[in-house]
């Protein structure tokens, strides 16, 4: 069974912190994505990986960064974190090919106070 | 660039009755088009699709047409259940930056009552 796993529900950090959200998947796929999802607004693409070492910029990249050292590992940085930042995010990853079937993590609920 | 539109939940219904959730999007060229639900507690997975203009895809009882004249999308079951309470997300591919990727809509809450 496919399995994209987050390593948070839940997690409350304070404004400034730096705050690593890891994802791992084990189907080797190429392709990763970090989302986050907000009421009213659904998902909005924050960075996505299509390799090893690669990264892009989705739509709302501003206050992210993110890293991809091995195949099944992306991790998305809040370098400083700030309130506006309060958010599900969610991973998901695909195969090359077919980056529309995307499998999705359970979410982090980050709540930064 | 392109862009979705869902109708606002949430959407209550008693069990068996039958359901429709409206989507319409904008979009240049002909994207695929994708059914996620979101069940409580849990990711996002894909429910359906389809790919080009008047295929039917379906799945799990759900289904909905790819409608090319009226650039729409609409999910339809006959008889939901509890079981189906859920957010579902209509979601039209993209190509935009280089690369493939898919525009999610804000969602629409279903709440399935016996």
């Known amino acids: 069974d496919v399995k994209v796993t987050q390593s948070s529900r839940y997690l409350v950090k304070r404004t400034g912190e730096k705050v690593f959200l890891e994802c791992v998947q084990d189907?080797?796929?190429?392709?990763m994505f970090w989302y986050r999802q907000d009421p009213g607004l659904g998902l909005r693409l924050i960075y996505f990986?299509?390799?090893?070492?690669?990264?892009e910029k989705g739509d709302i990249p501003e206050g992210y960064s993110v890293s991809r050292e091995k195949k099944e590992r992306f991790s998305l940085i809040l370098e400083s974190a700030s309130t506006n930042q309060t958010s599900m995010y969610l991973c998901?990853?695909?195969?090359?090919?077919?980056?529309?079937?995307?499998?999705f993590g359970p979410g982090t609920r980050l709540t930064v106070t | 660039g392109n862009s979705v539109t869902q109708m606002e939940g949430p959407v209550t219904l008693s069990e068996e009755a039958f359901l429709t959730i409206n989507c319409t999007y904008t979009?240049?060229?002909?994207?695929?088009l994708f059914w996620y639900v979101q069940y409580p507690g849990e990711g996002l997975q894909l429910l359906l699709k389809?790919?080009?203009?008047?295929d039917k895809g379906s799945n799990k009882g759900f289904e909905a047409t790819y409608r090319k004249e009226t650039t729409s999308f609409h999910l339809e079951k006959g008889s939901v259940q509890v079981s189906d309470s859920a957010v579902y997300f209509c979601?039209?591919?993209?190509?935009?930056?280089?690369?493939?990727?898919?525009?999610f809509g804000a969602g629409t809450r279903l709440a399935v009552h016996p």
């Open positions: 998901a990853s695909s195969r090359r090919g077919t980056s529309y079937e995307q499998y």
């Open positions: 189907m080797d796929h190429e392709n």
């Open positions: 990986s299509y390799d090893v070492k690669m990264k």
């Open positions: 979009a240049t060229g002909y994207p695929s």
């Open positions: 389809a790919t080009k203009a008047d």
């Open positions: 979601a039209p591919s993209t190509f935009s930056g280089g690369y493939n990727k898919l525009i």
